[in-house]
């Protein structure tokens, strides 16, 4: 994908505040949105998902906000902490295509 | 609860030499399977997928290849290692719906 050659944005956020991370889609077909959170050194975890019939859904300390006018999603993170340091990763599927499309990915760096 | 194990967890081959990575997954059956390669600080890029025994697709032209002998076993291999082939390898399985669900990944170095 386009997203693999580019270095990763960085947002650095005050331990305690709320962390918002942002992804612009591509494709307006796309009807199922994936955040993912990856550690250094390990896999991408699932975080949360969104089907593209809702424009919100809240997990726990996390909320996903879908903005089809725009093609853009948001990963909101409630009261971070140092455990939420990772690179987050937004990722959209199509149709019945098993493949995802994935995002550049945003490095969260938590400020004590 | 499913599981997707990867091994070896690291790896360090000279330029040449052969490669093979293995990834099984419990606790499903019939997933469609995934290969990534990640380098160091960057996104993720799609290498093969496959969506039952024997069925592989390739998304880039590489100097890897991949198989699938079992429902739940895939393999990512190599001839001949090539110093851009370094990087962390990660297996991915999905089922019915659409979520990739991923493995402790593979780092791979090619002296």
């Known amino acids: 994908g386009e997203s693999v050659g580019l270095h990763l944005p960085t947002l650095s956020v005050q331990e305690g505040d709320n962390s918002i991370i942002n992804c612009a889609y591509s494709?307006?077909?796309?009807?199922?949105f994936i955040w993912y959170k990856q550690e250094s050194g390990k896999g991408p975890q699932f975080i949360i998902d969104i089907r593209s019939n809702m424009d919100k859904r809240q997990g726990q300390r996390v909320t996903v906000l879908l903005n089809k006018t725009v093609k853009h999603l948001s990963l909101q993170i409630a009261a971070t902490q140092p455990g939420d340091s990772a690179v987050y990763f937004c990722?959209?599927?199509?149709?019945?295509?098993?493949?995802?499309?994935w995002g550049a990915g945003t490095k969260l760096i938590i400020k004590p | 609860s499913q599981t997707i194990h990867q091994w070896p967890a690291t790896l360090v081959q000279p330029v040449g030499s052969p490669l093979s990575l293995e990834c099984t997954v419990e606790g499903t059956s019939n997933p469609n399977l995934y290969w990534y390669r990640q380098a160091a600080g960057r996104g993720l890029q799609l290498l093969f997928y496959s969506v039952g025994i024997g069925q592989i697709s390739s998304e880039v032209p590489q100097n890897l290849s991949a198989s699938r002998p079992q429902d739940r076993q895939f393999i990512l291999s190599s001839k001949k290692l090539l110093l851009s082939d370094s990087g962390f390898y990660l297996c991915a399985w999905g089922g019915g719906v659409k979520t990739q669900y991923f493995g402790p990944g593979t780092r791979l170095l090619v002296l």
């Open positions: 494709n307006s077909a796309s009807d199922y």
């Open positions: 990722a959209e599927n199509k149709d019945s295509n098993y493949q995802l499309i």
